[in-house]
């Protein structure tokens, strides 16, 4: 996990798969919405949305998996925010896990003062 800019993240989870990193990223968004957060008197709910994409064998274009994610993350906050979005790549209508597949994340936090 590395911070890719703002409040934004990325994440890189190495064999696994789409049905996998969905299952993670939905475990790491209920986890947070589970959550509050107070600001000075105010108790805030805290939230994240997240978009992903997956690679799996072949070279990786890492420039254009985080411009997809990212496209998945924005996705995500335009359909209500707190949830989880993936983003597939043009040449990947559905991939296969395999040892060797690389899933790429990007989330953002949501609360009162900042989104």
């Not at 991939?95 to 690389?102: E, F, L, M, N, V």
């Amino acid at each position: 996990m590395a911070r890719h800019g703002g409040e934004e993240f990325a994440v890189m989870l190495i064999g696994i798969g789409r049905d996998g990193a969905e299952r993670w990223a939905e475990e790491l968004r209920s986890a947070c919405a589970a959550r509050t957060t107070t600001f000075g008197a105010l108790e805030k709910q805290v939230t994240i949305s997240i978009g992903f994409t997956v690679a799996t064998g072949g070279a990786i274009d890492l420039a254009e998996l985080m411009r997809i994610a990212d496209r998945a993350l924005y996705v995500a906050k335009s359909r209500g925010r707190n949830r989880v979005v993936y983003g597939a790549p043009p040449s990947q209508s559905s991939p296969k896990p395999r040892p060797d597949s690389y899933v790429f994340g990007c989330a953002k936090g949501v609360c009162a003062r900042c989104c």
